[in-house]
């Protein structure tokens, strides 16, 4: 009789290095990240199948197994620390259009409330109010309004609701072009 060779093919382990700039702090505490310079902190959940170190300035991120799955969260997760990073040394910035061919409307930012309120939306008699995300810092020059954070998902995030906070419902959006849109947001401008 004769003996079977087995054929084992190795796979690469999944890795990733990012270095860290002078000035930002990193820990990793359980499943969470944090990333903090001077005042600002991001933090973030790591996924159970990833393991992420910090040794001598670089974030080290490994995966448990080499599948498909690991490789898309770890990129994910390279991503996102990547902007992370950016944020706290540059920030990210939205800028929105106000446009208003029926109506004139005016907007007002509440500092106090968190509020983004728009008056006079398509006659509407009450006003439309956004509720915002702190850490976010609004303002609002004439018919521009900026959104800056050092955090890109939480100026994303309130970008959104304030162009979703302006939707035209049950009217043909051919004739009603009023709203507030995104003009201009990181790496992309629509003008």
Do not use: C, W
């Not at 994910?76 to 944020?87: D, P, R, S, V, Y």
């Amino acid at each position: 009789m004769t003996e079977k060779k087995k054929i084992v093919k190795e796979k690469k382990a999944l890795r990733a290095e990012i270095a860290v700039p002078s000035g930002i702090d990193v820990r990793i505490e359980k499943q969470i990240i944090h990333i903090k310079k001077a005042d600002k902190e991001i933090e973030r959940n790591i996924h159970p199948f990833l393991i992420v170190k910090h040794e001598d300035n670089k974030i080290i991120i490994t995966a448990r197994k080499n599948r498909k799955t690991e490789k898309r969260l770890l990129g994910t997760l390279e991503a996102h620390i990547n902007n992370m990073i950016k944020g706290l040394q540059e920030g990210f910035r939205y800028k929105l259009q106000v446009v208003n061919v029926h109506f004139p409307m005016t907007v007002t930012y509440d500092k106090a409330k968190d509020e983004f309120v728009v008056k006079n939306f398509l006659g509407e008699k009450n006003d439309r109010r956004i509720p915002l995300v702190k850490g976010v810092a609004v303002k609002i020059n004439k018919d521009i309004v900026e959104i800056e954070s050092h955090d890109i998902e939480k100026a994303g995030q309130v970008a959104t609701n304030i162009e979703k906070g302006t939707h035209v419902r049950n009217k043909d959006r051919r004739i009603y072009q009023d709203g507030i849109f995104i003009i201009e947001k990181p790496g992309r401008s629509y003008l």
